[in-house]
């Protein structure tokens, strides 16, 4: 699946890296659904160092050293690239992603 990797754009923080790294050497992109009070759900990105349950629904690739699955449904959404980073206070770490959210 050459085609759908080309249309992926995403940017790994070299903190981010190194925080997954100590985890296990994986970051899976996953839905994650936000339902509105008056109805209606659009799916957020989350971002975990967790391989997904259900493999054949994520693109997989090489990154930085790491193995990092995304949500096919992400995918598509080429026009606005993906970025993962590393949010730290103080002995907290928590990783993010920007720039995805799908309506599956």
Known sequence: MPEIKSQLELSIDEEA???AREQGGVLTIRPSPRHGCCG?????ATVGTEP????????EMEQQGLTVYVHRGFVPLSDAPLHVGLD???LWSSLY???AASQM
């Open 97 to 99: 992603v920007e720039g």
């Open 40 to 44: 209606g759900r659009v799916d957020l």
């Open 17 to 19: 890296v190194t925080y």
């Open 52 to 59: 997904p349950a259900d493999p054949e629904a994520y693109l």
């Open 88 to 90: 730290r206070l103080w």
